[in-house]
């Protein structure tokens, strides 16, 4: 069974603009979860999509969005990057929520110059 | 809210030595617990979870946990470590029913030492 896969795993991009994270879940799984990850801060919920439908929601800006589709893979958008966006992006999935079992994939590592 | 104190932000020890990694929690309501290992340039793997029943939780790769209510605690065992069991440790803890978000600590580093 594939496991979580995050593309692309690195990418660098400059102050102002846009990117596209993109994960696929493990096939199956419904609940599709976004953290971001800093040496800092550690993991900081993004928000959570099932079925297609945001259910839970971090305390991140608006510039942060997120969407899932029918066959529940998921994108994450940032615009307006800023140099604070810099950070691995982690998705996760699960069969029903994130606090029965969640699978995570490698990881998208930002950079922003 | 819930929230998640992880004490340690590393932990060395030495190779076949014991080690604890200590977790407390913050929640007004009942909780499901978890520990989560990340190896270098990985996602999280789950070592264990506590969700009802026993306090003590077995995980893989011979770690256990204890659910200590009344101290609020989640601390994260092992008698005998390895060089492999280098990684960072994460402690996360989710309001219990339904499907609710997960907060994660800031992590352990630990160092095993050959």
């Known amino acids: 069974k594939a496991g979580v896969t995050q593309t692309p795993r690195y990418l660098i991009k400059t102050r102002g603009q846009q990117v596209t994270l993109s994960c696929s879940p493990i096939?199956?799984?419904?609940?599709v979860s976004w953290y971001q990850q800093t040496p800092g801060q550690g993991l900081q919920f993004l928000f959570e999509y099932f079925s297609e439908t945001q259910r839970n929601k971090g305390n991140f800006p608006g510039r942060f969005s997120g969407r899932q589709f029918s066959n529940s893979r998921s994108e994450m958008n940032v615009s307006t990057l800023e140099l604070g966006d810099s950070a691995l992006y982690l998705c996760?999935?699960?069969?029903?929520?994130?606090?029965?079992?969640?699978?995570f994939g490698q990881g998208t590592r930002l950079t922003v110059v | 809210a819930q929230s998640v104190t992880q004490l340690d932000s590393q932990v060395p020890v030495f190779e076949e030595a014991p080690v604890e990694l200590r977790c407390n929690y913050s929640s007004s309501v009942s909780v499901y617990l978890f520990w989560y290992v990340q190896y270098p340039n990985q996602g999280l793997q789950l070592l264990l979870k506590?969700?009802?029943?026993?306090?003590l939780v077995k995980g893989i790769n011979g770690f256990e946990a204890e659910f200590n209510k009344s101290q609020t605690s989640f601390h994260l065992r092992k008698p005998s470590v390895h060089i492999s069991d280098t990684a960072e440790y994460f402690c996360?803890?989710?309001?219990?029913?339904?499907?609710?978000?997960?907060?994660f600590g800031t992590g352990t580093k630990l160092q095993v030492i050959p």
């Open positions: 996760a999935s699960s069969l029903q929520g994130l606090n029965t079992e969640a699978f």
């Open positions: 506590y969700l009802s029943g026993s306090t």
């Open positions: 996360a803890v989710s309001e219990s029913g339904g499907y609710q978000k997960v907060t």
């Open positions: 096939s199956g799984h419904r609940s």
